[in-house]
């Protein structure tokens, strides 16, 4: 597999779910044009769609059809929106910068950044709950809403805000730091893996294998972002850096070292790669997912 083809198939579902998020978005010409405003600026922004890719692709690895899958991947995406918006304001990490764009309450204000964060997070159970069949889509509802409530995505977002750094034992804060990031990051890339395997009626033994899979992946996914805040570009990574260090709070650089951080992200990758044995190997996106995920490790060298 070249790489123009992992590119173009990263692309194509992008713009797929792109597509069918500025389709379900409401114009602002309805009324509360400022609302509707912030609302799209911060869904469209340029990102990588990651969690909708990953609710899509398994969804059909395990048999189901995208198509019916598009609206569960929109609804992923603006969850996760919802949850970058209030985490960059003032009150929890306080960023000007998201994907290289001014953050929400920058480029509006905070008022409209926390309602127009309130309002996604609405629409996302609204269109999950106007899909049919009405067993599925109420399964699906419960399931986001538990990755996104307080034992999960919002607990997790507590548990980062009260962190600080630890002076005591490096091994019990990184144990620590992975029940926060399970659940801060990783919440919502396992629902979106569990709910595109429950739309194609996957078998318990898949269901478990995409948790297991959405379990390590996330972990490498946020220790890479904890190395890019100290290693990385601001042009490259679209926010303020070395902000961890700014506000005092726990990182896995701090506590493993760089090198350190760098072999967790490469055990993780390897941990999440052996969770995908069971499904086929002629899957060109899945491929391209091996191989976006090996590069995780590669973009702290």
Not at 52 to 64: N, P, T
Not at 141 to 166: P, S, T, W, Y
Request: charged share 25%; with cysteine.
């Amino acid at each position: 597999m070249t790489n123009i083809e992992i590119q173009l198939e990263e692309k194509k579902y992008v713009r797929i779910i792109e597509e069918y998020l500025d389709y379900i978005l409401p114009p602002s010409d309805l009324g509360q044009a400022v609302l509707i405003d912030a609302m799209r600026y911060s869904l469209l922004s340029p990102g990588k769609r990651i969690r909708g890719i990953l609710l899509l692709e398994f969804c059909r690895i395990s048999g189901g059809d995208t198509a019916n899958a598009l609206p569960f991947a929109g609804a992923v995406e603006m969850i996760h929106a919802y949850s970058l918006i209030h985490d960059d304001l003032p009150a929890m990490d306080n960023d000007d910068l998201r994907r290289g764009l001014p953050t929400c309450h920058r480029k509006f204000d905070e008022a409209t950044a926390i309602l127009a964060g309130d309002a996604l997070l609405a629409l996302a159970f609204e269109m999950i709950g106007n899909l049919t069949p009405p067993e599925l889509a109420g399964r699906c509802c419960k399931e986001l809403a538990i990755a996104a409530g307080a034992c999960r995505l919002v607990g997790g977002q507590m548990d980062d805000v009260q962190r600080v750094k630890n002076r005591g034992d490096a091994e019990e804060t990184i144990r620590m730091m992975e029940h926060v990031h399970h659940r801060k990051t990783g919440a919502l890339m396992r629902v979106s893996l569990k709910l595109g395997g429950m739309i194609a009626g996957a078998a318990e033994q898949q269901l478990i294998a995409l948790d297991e899979f959405g379990k390590h992946f996330g972990l490498a996914f946020q220790i890479t972002d904890d190395l890019l805040d100290v290693l990385g570009e601001e042009a490259m990574v679209g926010k303020r850096l070395n902000k961890d260090v700014d506000m005092n709070k726990w990182s896995y650089p701090h506590f493993l070292g760089i090198e350190g951080a760098k072999q967790a992200v490469e055990q993780s990758v390897g941990d999440a790669e052996k969770a995908l044995t069971i499904f086929q190997e002629d899957s060109l996106p899945l491929q391209a997912l091996r191989y976006w995920m090996k590069q995780l490790p590669n973009r702290v060298k």
